[in-house]
């Protein structure tokens, strides 16, 4: 019986996680591309972001969201304002002001979102760590989802935005 109870309770949770985006940090998700390349998804948000909360609450925990971004990317959840460094392709990156009375912007953060510092923002990034395109603000998961797919599917390649959502529809 206890056995059984094991075998529920392994299931129940397994089914749990699946039904989550598989987040990681970006050191981990670099780290996974070097050996198993896949495109990079990033998450630019800050803790007081509303919009960025309802992302969370919402569009990221969609069934079709979740299964796609787990399948075709590594996703990064990057805190704009953290204190921690990081390191990429050779450089330290850091917050100059992380425990300030108005948080710094991470080193990276801005790097990343080329200056634009709005909040959510995602950043895609190809299987080579280049960044391909910034995308910012909230969506609903029936709007982000086609996002997802034109990068994950490579369709931006050989076909524009405006085209490729034309054709989905």
Known sequence: MIFVGFILAYNCNAQEKSN??????????????????????????????????????TTFIDKDVVEYMNENYYAVKFDAEQSDSVV????????PNPMGARKGTHQ????????????????FMNEKNQVLTVVPGYAEAKDFLPILKYFGSDSY???????YLNSTK
């Open 20 to 57: 989550k985006i598989n987040w990681m940090t970006f050191e981990e998700a670099v780290k996974l591309n070097e050996t198993q390349p896949k495109k990079i998804f990033i998450d630019v948000y800050t803790d007081w972001c509303g919009w960025c909360k309802k992302m969370d609450q």
């Open 88 to 95: 990429f392709m050779g450089h330290t990156f850091i917050n």
């Open 108 to 123: 990276l953060a801005a790097a990343l979102l080329q200056g634009k510092m709005s909040y959510p923002s995602y950043v």
């Open 157 to 163: 390649l050989n076909i524009k935005w405006e085209d």
